[in-house]
């Protein structure tokens, strides 16, 4: 299985600040890794897919990058509406599809 | 755009099966892979297996001993059986669906509103 980490596992950040998440598959992906956004109670919701590709409807505020192994999520002005939990995701090698374990981004 | 709608026993005892139903609402049934997804506060988001139009499967290798998902296309349906279930088993479990993956897009798309199980005698 390919094995995803993500660091780091919570972040305190204010509204306005510039965030960065990163995620390094155990193993090459290429491109096919996705962000998530899920906010509590709710199911994840797609943010990025093919490591860059913003999803429609998504804000330009978010931004992807990374191929092969590393990969980084942005935000570059954080918003009230972004304090959530956010996972990468790698479906390069199915079975299985794998998740990061999560960063909790929280108010500071 | 697809959307999913999902239903089933919240409650089992250990041993028992879980089962869990996903309706396919909008969108062409022949363009996805239906998917399982759990989530539990231990383990994070843990896929569980999926499946598509014609049958075709694919299980998480940790969970395929016990775990069957099966299609049904007069309905616009599918569903997770998960055999002989333990405390571990205790998670929200979440229907999704995801197109074929193409030129590093595949990602799943859409999701059910989760289903609480709790396993306990």
């Known amino acids: 299985d390919i094995q995803m980490t993500q660091s780091p596992s919570s972040l305190s950040a204010s509204v306005g600040d510039r965030v960065t998440i990163t995620c390094r598959a155990s193993?090459?992906?290429?491109?096919?890794l996705n962000w998530y956004q899920q906010k509590p109670g709710k199911a994840p919701d797609v943010l990025i897919y093919a490591a860059s590709t913003l999803q429609s409807g998504v804000p330009s505020r978010f931004s992807g990058s990374g191929s092969g192994t590393n990969f980084t999520l942005t935000i570059s002005s954080l918003q009230p509406e972004d304090f959530a939990t956010y996972f990468c995701q790698q479906t390069y090698n199915i079975p299985p599809v794998t998740f990061g374990q999560g960063t909790r981004l929280e108010v500071k | 755009q697809v959307q999913l709608q999902q239903w089933g026993a919240g409650l089992l005892k250990p041993s028992e099966t879980l089962s869990l139903t996903c309706a396919v609402h909008?969108?062409?049934?022949?363009?996805?892979?239906w998917t399982w997804v759990r989530q539990s506060p231990g383990k994070g988001l843990e896929w569980i297996g999926e499946?598509?139009?014609?049958?075709?499967?694919n299980y998480n290798p940790s969970l395929k001993s016990r775990v069957t998902i099966s299609v049904d296309t007069s309905k616009n349906e599918f569903s997770l059986k998960l055999a002989s279930v333990t405390a571990a088993d205790a998670a929200v479990y979440y229907c999704?669906?995801?197109?074929?993956?193409?030129?590093?897009?595949?990602?799943?798309?859409?999701w059910g509103q989760g289903t609480l199980v709790t396993v306990s005698s």
């Open positions: 499946t598509n139009r014609g049958g075709s499967t």
């Open positions: 193993q090459f992906v290429s491109n096919y």
């Open positions: 999704a669906s995801r197109q074929y993956c193409s030129v590093g897009r595949c990602h799943f798309s859409s």
């Open positions: 909008g969108g062409s049934f022949s363009d996805y892979y």
